[in-house]
């Protein structure tokens, strides 16, 4: 099993609609759980961080987790095509000593 | 503010020939640091990550090596590369304690 698990994709999103990414972690320890966006060719960039169950929003994005399902959602309300991206989900683990990513999410928002 | 550095970003290197990679952040102090490669099209392998100067953990067994000669510098060596070396290779720091990790715009090698 692997220890961060997200469908490869890809996924497809018509504009303006709802995206919603999913991630489950194996390591029942971990307490902060992270999503990143990477574009083609550059490096990841940080866009949503998570501590405690629930949902956590910021702009268009929300984070949901839940610790004792071991699972983390990122949904994107109106998508738009600059959204088309990797989101790779990621894990600290319980030592506190990495982060561990799962393979990455290529989703695609259609005109 | 914080800010993380990598060069060179682009490097094309033959098989067999010795590598250096640099990584410096700088606006913090006593960061942990951590180098990943991505091959084309997959996802993040962590390398190496330290948590203060000299201190080195090892991810995964290959021909590469790591060390941290300061405190926010970082670098990635080979004595020499193979073709499966290749990739895009991410330099990272984080704050010490359960905050975020940020990465560095990267170096893309490709071995020849």
């Known amino acids: 099993q692997k220890e961060v698990e997200q469908n490869s994709g890809p996924l497809s999103v018509p504009e303006g609609a709802i995206a919603s990414l999913n991630c489950t972690y194996s390591?029942?320890?971990?307490?902060?759980f992270f999503w990143y966006r990477q574009y083609s060719g550059k490096s990841p960039e940080l866009i949503m961080s998570?501590?405690?169950?629930g949902d956590k929003e910021d702009g268009r994005f929300t984070a949901q987790l839940n610790k004792a399902s071991q699972y983390v959602s990122l949904l994107i309300r109106d998508s738009q095509p600059s959204d088309s991206a990797t989101y790779l989900c990621a894990v600290l683990n319980s030592s506190a000593s990495k982060i561990i990513f799962g393979s990455g999410t290529r989703l695609s928002i259609r005109p | 503010s914080q800010t993380i550095h990598q060069w060179p970003a682009t490097l094309v290197q033959p098989v067999g020939s010795p590598l250096s990679l640099e990584c410096t952040v700088e606006?913090?102090?006593?960061?942990?640091l951590y180098w990943y490669r991505q091959a084309a099209g997959r996802g993040l392998q962590l390398l190496f990550y330290s948590v203060g100067i000299g201190q080195i953990s090892s991810e995964v067994p290959q021909n590469l090596s790591a060390s941290r000669p300061q405190d926010r510098q970082f670098i990635l060596s080979s004595k020499k590369l193979l073709l499966s070396d290749s990739g895009f290779y991410l330099c990272a720091w984080r704050d010490r304690g359960p905050t975020r990790q940020y990465f560095g715009p990267g170096t893309r090698l490709t071995v020849t």
């Open positions: 606006g913090t102090s006593n960061p942990n």
């Open positions: 998570i501590y405690s169950n």
């Open positions: 390591d029942r320890g971990s307490q902060s």
